[in-house]
C-alpha cells in the first residue's frame, strides 16, 4: 500500500520538487500553500500555516500521514538582530518552527502506533552556522535542536526524524531569481565569490536527499542534519 506524505509549502520550489519526487517514488501526496495550484496526482489544499485553525484543519483533512515534510519558511525579509523587531521575530518562529511542531505532535502518535514514519524538517545551512538575516538563522537553528529532539524520543518505534539544510537554491519564481533580476552583476559575484561549484542549487537536487530520508533505505539515519549545499557553508562538521 502507497503510504501517505504531507509537504508544507509544496507548492513552488523546493517543496514542490519533494512533492513530485515522494511521488515518482511512489507516495499518495498531499501538498499546502496558501494559494490553489493543480499538480497532476497530488492533492492541494489551501492552508496559510499560520493560522492555527487553519493547521489544525489540514492535520484532521490529511488523514494518517506516513512522512511528513516540514518544508515551509523563509526569512520574512531577514536582517540584522540590532535592526529587526519583535514583529519580525514573532512572524519567523510562525512560519518556520510552529506548524512543524503542531504537525509533528498531531502525526507522530499514528506514525508510531503503526510502527513506521518519517519527518524531515527543512531548515538552512544558516541554522548550522552563523549567516542570513538574525531571525532566520534563530529558527532554521531551532529546527535543527528540535529534530534531534524528536528524533530521540521516537526511533525506537519505527520513526525517523532528520534535517536538511539547503544552501542557496534558486528556480523560477523564488528569492534568488528575483535577485538576480534585481541585480544580475552582485548575484553573478555571489556566485563566484560564495558558491564553490559555481552555481546554485536546484530544487531536485535538494529533493533526492529528502525522498532517500523518507524511505526504508534510511534505517540508520536518525536526528541527523544533513546539508544540500555543493559545498557552501563554512562548518567543519
Ligand atoms: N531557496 C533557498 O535558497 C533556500 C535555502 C535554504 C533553505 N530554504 C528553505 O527551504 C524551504 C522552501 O523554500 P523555497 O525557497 O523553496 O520556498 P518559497 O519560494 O519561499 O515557497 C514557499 C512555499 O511555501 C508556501 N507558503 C509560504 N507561506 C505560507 C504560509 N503562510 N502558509 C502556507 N504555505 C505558505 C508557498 O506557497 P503560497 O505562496 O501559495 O503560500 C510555497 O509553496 C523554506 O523553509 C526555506 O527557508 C530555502
Redesign the pocket.
Known sequence: MSRLALV?????????AIAQTLQRDGARVI?????A?NLPGIESVI????RPGELAALAVQAGPVDVLIN?????LGGGKFTASTVEQWNGAFA??VM?AVILSQAFLPGMRARGWGRIVN?????GREGGGGAA?NAV?AAMISMSKSMATEVVRDGVLVNCV???????P????EKKQQADPAGIAKFVEDQLPRGS??H?QE?AELVAFLASDRASLIAGACITADGGQSHSNI
Open positions: 508544507t509549502g509544496g507548492t513552488r520550489g523546493i517543496g514542490l501538498v499546502c500553500g496558501r494559494q495550484v492552508t496559510d500555516v499560520t518544508n515551509v519558511g523563509g526569512s512560519l518556520n506548524p527543512i531548515a538552512s545551512i544558516w532566520y532554521k539544510a539547503p544552501g542557496s537554491v534558486i528556480f519564481g523564488g528569492g534568488w546554485f542549487g530544487p535538494v
